[in-house]
């Protein structure tokens, strides 16, 4: 009668165990549908294609006074929806082409949509310490790594030359200015680590830092980067060991 008992317990146990487990995978898909429709509905509205007549494609030299992004966005529309954007992401031939957020923490948008709804998949969105205008020596921007691709995931392709080699650039723009971005390093590495100093007491500790970047990175660049220039480290979540984040690091340059 007892055997009977534990039995059947375990059984209850198992079955309310599975019930919880597949809920919590519907809901995590729901999520992870409801983020991809939001964001593509976002960029529909947002986003739309340069004025070709003078853009310059992504492989002119980066100090062609007349290039410029090859996306235009309407941050005024942006700032309307959630006054807590800063800027737009966007990378040619990739899935990133999000908006960037920020808040006083950098945690909020782990866990929230660019609307602020929540979410699992997140958002984009940049360092609480960093100035939304690159004006930092080094601006962090972080996403997730989604299992649908989407976000930061493409990120990790950069392990890979021929996939920097097709993606050597992305671009990010403000309501104020656009700035390219040319890759120039790539690696993983804790999430604790040297990659995300902000601010450096002096000028050798940055050109010490800037030759570790180049070390330590899976791919060759020919991309020139001084300590007279700022970089943009995006960051999203590695998993060959605990705590891992992926890196791309690229220079900066201001376009307009």
Request: charged content about 20%; aromatic content about 12%; glycine content about 4%.
């Amino acid at each position: 009668m007892k055997k009977k008992f534990i039995f059947k317990t375990v059984a209850v146990l198992c079955a309310a165990a599975c019930v919880v487990s597949v809920t919590q995978v519907l809901r995590i898909r729901h999520e992870y549908k409801q983020g991809v429709e939001e964001y593509n509905h976002l960029a529909d509205i947002l986003v739309s294609p340069a004025d070709t007549s003078i853009y310059v494609t992504k492989n002119a030299p980066a100090e062609s006074e007349t290039e410029q992004a090859p996306i235009d966005v309407n941050f005024e529309l942006l700032r309307e929806m959630n006054a807590n954007a800063v800027g737009w992401l966007y990378c040619e031939g990739t899935l990133i082409n999000y908006p960037v957020m920020q808040s006083s923490d950098n945690s909020y948008y782990l866990k929230h949509l660019y609307n602020d709804q929540t979410n699992s998949s997140g958002a984009i969105f940049m360092d609480a310490q960093n100035a939304p205008d690159m004006s930092n020596v080094n601006t962090i921007i972080y996403g997730h790594n989604m299992k649908n691709g989407t976000m930061f995931t493409s990120l990790m392709n950069y392990s890979q030359q021929w996939y920097y080699n097709q993606h050597p650039v992305l671009y990010y723009l403000t309501e104020e200015h656009d700035y390219r971005i040319d890759v120039f390093a790539s690696y993983e590495t804790s999430d604790g680590s040297e990659a995300f100093t902000v601010f450096f007491d002096s000028e050798p500790t940055y050109a010490n830092f800037l030759q570790q970047r180049r070390d330590l990175s899976q791919i060759s660049s020919s991309v020139p980067v001084s300590t007279e220039d700022n970089i943009v480290t995006l960051a999203t979540c590695g998993y060959n060991f605990k705590n891992s984040r992926y890196v791309v690091q690229g220079k900066v340059t201001q376009l307009n």
